[in-house]
C-alpha cells in the first residue's frame, strides 16, 4: 500500500511539473511574441540594410559594408561577443546594365534580361543569332544537335503553378538557370536564354547563380523576364519549323573577378549553465546584385539578430549559447555556411540545432526540419505550443543551404518555413525591395524561432 | 454465422463507399485547386474592377458601373441566370479633398486626415480650436466637461499589435471610429479626430463609417494617419497641462445626400438534384472611395465569381444551387446584405449556407464559423480534406456583415479566413489598390471556398 502511494504520488509530481513546464514556457512565448511584435527592431534594422546599403553580392563594397554594419550593430546589442570569420569569396561582377531584343523579320522587340550569376560575356559588340525554344529543360536531352548549332538555346520552363508550397516548384525548374548552359553547348548552342524561374509575369528578370560542367564550352546565360518570354514564345511558336525566323541579340559584360576576402559575422549569448551545446540561428548577408535583397535575404539577417535581442530584451538568459550567424556568400558559393563549419568542426563545438531563416519575411507557418531523428521528435513535440501563434506546418521540407554544411556534425537542422505565395514573384529581382516585406509578419517569424531557440536552450536534447 | 459474415460485408461495404468517398473528393479538391491556380480569371476581373472603374462607394457612378460590370460579366459566364436586386443606399459624398493642420505656437504641422464616412462637415472655413487628448476611448468617461468644452477632441486609441490575429485588435479599436462623436460631443467637444485605425505608421488616413447617437449634438469626425497621429502625440504630450498649446484645424465638405436606388448582383447555377437548397458565396461591390478597393473587397467579389467560374470550366454539375451574390453597400449602411435576407425569407428559399470573403484577398489559412452547430460540425469534418492546401484554421469568429442577415433562416454562416498580417496597413486608404493583390493568394482562396462549396453541394446537410 505504502509503495502505491509512493508510486501515485511519484506520478503526480512528475505530472504536475510537466504541467507547470508547460503553462511556463507557454506564458514564456506569449512575451517573447509580445515583445517581438511590439518592440521588435529587425524592421528598422531592415530599413537600414537596404536604404543605407543595398544589394550586396559577394566581394563587392556593399557585401563589405554590410559584414561592417551587422558587427556594429550587434556590438551595441550587449551580447556576450561578437566576431568575424573570414572565408575568401568569388566575386562575379555584373557589368553594365544588360541589352537585349530578339526580332521577327524587320520588327525588333525589346527585352528585359539579366545575365546569370556566373556567366561569362558575350562579345563586346553582343551576340546575335537564330533563336530555338524547349519547352522544357528536359527536353534537351532529345534535342538534335543540328537544331542547336550555332544557335542561341531559349529554354523556356515555366514554373509550375499547381504546388501549393511554391518552393517545390522551383526546385524542380531551377534546373534550367543552373544547368542550362553545359546542356546547351553540349548541343552546340552559342548562348542559352531561360525563362525567368518566377511565379509571376511581369517585366523583371530573375537572376541567380549557374555553372559549367568542366570541359565543356563555355556559353554565355541569361534570363529573361517572365512578360517577354512570352512575346519569344509566341513569336517561335508562331514561326514554328522556320527556324530562322526568329533572331536574339543580348549584350552582357560580366565577369569573374579575383577571389576576395569577406567574413560571416557572429553574435553570440553564452550559455549559463550548458555553454558548449551551441544553438544557431542565421540568414545570409550577400544577396543578388539588383533590388534591395530585402526578403532574399535581408530579412533573414535581421530576424536572427532579432532572436538574441529579444533574449537581451526580456532578461532571459539561456541555459546553452546561442549564436546569430550572418553567413557570406550563399547566393553565388556558400563559402560562409562553409566555412562556418569547418571552424567549429575544427574548434570541436557541439552544435546541437541551428534555424536558417532564408525563405522570406513573409508570415511564418511552422518549421521544417531535415529528417525524423530523435532531435526532431523531441522538437516537434513543441508543435502545440506554438499553435496559438499559427504554426500549423512542422514538415520535412530540410534545414537550410548555410546550415547544411553541418548535417555531419550532429546538428539538428530546423528551416523557418514562412508563407511561399509571394516570395518567387520577388525573387533576386529588382522588385525585392524594403516594402515588399510587412513589419508584423516579419517579427512574427523572429518570434517563432526566439520561441523554438528558447526551448531547445531550456531542454536540450 | 451467417448473420456475422453479413453484418462483416456491411460494415466493408459501408466503410469502403467512405474510403471511395473520400477518395473521390480529395480527387476533385486537387481539380478545383489545379483550375484556380492554373485557369483562375478572379485576377484578371479585379485588374478590371480596379483600373477600369476604381472605388466605389455607395450612390456613386462607379457603384452603378461596377453593378453593371458585375451583371454583364456574369451574364457572359454561362450561368443559369442573373439577376439583380433592387435595394435603396445612402449616399454619403466627401467632398472636395479635406484640409488639416496642426499649430504649435506659430509652428504648423501639414496633416493627413479623412473625413469618416457619414460625418457632417465643418463650417465653410474650417474648425480652429484648441486639441486635447485621451489615450483610448475609454478614456472618454472618465473625462472632465471642462477638459473638453469647445475643444476638439483627439481619441488616440492604438491599434494592439499583441494580437496574432488583427481583426480581433480592429474589433476592440473601431468603437473610437463608430462611435468617437458622438461620446466627444456629450462632453462638449466641438469635433473629433480619431488616430486611423490601422497596423502600420505611414500616412494613409483610414475612413469607415461612423454613426450619431439619437439626440446628441452632431460634430464633424474626421481620421488622421498614424504618422501624424505620432506627431501629434508628442506636442500634446510635450505640453501637458497647458491645453491651449497646441491647436488644430480641419476642413471638410462632406454631406449626406438623398437615398438612391442600386442594387445586389445575382448569378446562380441551379442544382441537380436539390435546386431548393441554396448555398451562397458573397463579397461586397461597393467599397470607400478612396484606393481601389481592392482588398476591401474587390477581392472578395472576384472570388465569389470565381466559385462559380471554376463548376463550369471543370463541368461539375453541383446537386444543390449555388450563387455568387456581390453585395452592395456593405460599408456604410449595410443595406445589401439586409436586402438579401429580406428577399430569401419572402420567397421562402431555404438557404443552407453561405460563405462570406470580406477579409483581404491574402492567403487563406481556414475558415471560421458562428458557432459550433451540427451544420458547422459536419463542415469541419471536411478539414482534413483541405490540410495538403494549408487550411488548418477552423475556428468559430463568425460569418461577416453581409450574411449575417441570414442568421434566423437557419443559414450556416462561414467566413473565409485569410492571413490577416497586412490587411489593416491598407484597410480603407488610398493604399488598398491592385498592386498589393497577389495573384496565387486570390486564386487559393476562391479555390478553398469552391472546395466548400463543392464538398456541402455534394453532401448537403
Known amino acids: 500500500m ?80 561578437v566576431f568575424l570569420q573570414p572565408c575568401m ?13 530578339f ?24 551576340m546575335d543569332a537564330a533563336i530555338v525554344m524547349i519547352d522544357t529543360f528536359d527536353d534537351i536531352d532529345s534535342m538534335m544537335v543540328e537544331a542547336c548549332r550555332g544557335k542561341i538555346l531559349f529554354i523556356n520552363g515555366k514554373m509550375n503553378q499547381k504546388n501549393i508550397r511554391t518552393f517545390q516548384s522551383y526546385g524542380h525548374c ?53 512578360i517577354h518570354a512570352d512575346m519569344l514564345e509566341a513569336q517561335l511558336k508562331k514561326h514554328k519549323g522556320d527556324d530562322g525566323a526568329v533572331r536574339f541579340y543580348f549584350n552582357q559584360q560580366c565577369k569573374m573577378l579575383e577571389e576576395k576576402q569577406s567574413y560571416n559575422v557572429v553574435g553570440e549569448i553564452r550559455g549559463s549553465q550548458f555553454p558548449n551545446e551551441i544553438i544557431i540561428v542565421g540568414g545570409h548577408l550577400d544577396s543578388w546584385d539588383v533590388g534591395h535583397g530585402a526578403h ?61 531563416t532564408d525563405a522570406g519575411g513573409f508570415s511564418p507557418q511552422g518549421f521544417s526540419f531535415e529528417n525524423d531523428s530523435l532531435r526532431a521528435f523531441k522538437v516537434r513535440s513543441y508543435k502545440n505550443l506554438f499553435e496559438p501563434y499559427q504554426l500549423f506546418s512542422w514538415n520535412y521540407s530540410g534545414g537550410g543551404a548555410d546550415i547544411n554544411h553541418l548535417r555531419n556534425q550532429g546538428t539538428l537542422l530546423i528551416g523557418l518555413v514562412p508563407d511561399s505565395q509571394r516570395y518567387f514573384d520577388i525573387h533576386h529581382t529588382a522588385a525585392d525591395t524594403f516594402d515588399k516585406v510587412n ?3 516579419l517579427h512574427l517569424g523572429a518570434a517563432a524561432m526566439t520561441g523554438l531557440v528558447y526551448l531547445m536552450s531550456e531542454y536540450g536534447f
Open 2 to 81: 505504502f509503495r502505491k502511494i509512493l508510486l501515485l504520488s511519484f506520478v503526480l509530481v512528475i505530472y504536475s511539473n510537466l504541467c507547470n513546464a508547460q503553462m511556463n514556457d507557454s506564458i514564456m512565448l506569449r512575451k517573447i511574441y509580445d515583445q517581438a511584435l511590439e518592440n521588435g527592431k529587425a524592421y528598422d534594422w531592415l530599413h537600414e540594410l537596404c536604404f543605407k546599403i543595398g544589394n550586396r553580392v559577394s566581394g563587392s563594397p556593399q557585401a563589405d559594408k554590410a559584414v561592417k554594419w551587422g558587427d556594429s550593430l550587434m556590438r551595441t546589442l550587449g551580447y556576450d561577443s
Open 89 to 101: 569569396v568569388p566575386q562575379w561582377w555584373r557589368g553594365p546594365k544588360e541589352k537585349a531584343h
Open 103 to 126: 526580332m521577327v523579320g524587320k520588327k525588333k522587340v525589346d527585352v528585359n534580361i539579366l545575365a546569370l550569376g556566373g556567366s561569362i560575356a558575350t562579345p563586346k559588340e553582343g
Open 174 to 226: 531551377v534546373r534550367q538557370r543552373w544547368a542550362g548552359a553545359s546542356a546547351a553547348a553540349k548541343k552546340g548552342a552559342i548562348a542559352v536564354v531561360v525563362r525567368s524561374v518566377g511565379t509571376s509575369t511581369d517585366e523583371f528578370p530573375h537572376t541567380g547563380s549557374m555553372g559549367y560542367e568542366e570541359n565543356i564550352a563555355q556559353i554565355p546565360a541569361c534570363a529573361i523576364s517572365t
Open 296 to 356: 532574399d535575404d535581408g530579412a533573414g539577417v535581421v530576424q536572427s539578430m532579432q532572436v538574441l535581442q529579444s533574449f537581451k530584451a526580456l532578461g532571459i538568459k539561456p541555459k546553452r549559447t546561442i549564436r546569430a550567424v550572418l553567413f557570406m556568400n550563399e547566393e553565388n558559393g556558400g563559402r560562409g555556411g562553409t566555412k562556418y563549419a569547418e571552424l567549429a568542426a575544427a574548434n570541436k563545438e557541439n552544435t546541437i540545432a541551428a534555424i536558417e
Open 439 to 441: 513589419k508584423r509578419e
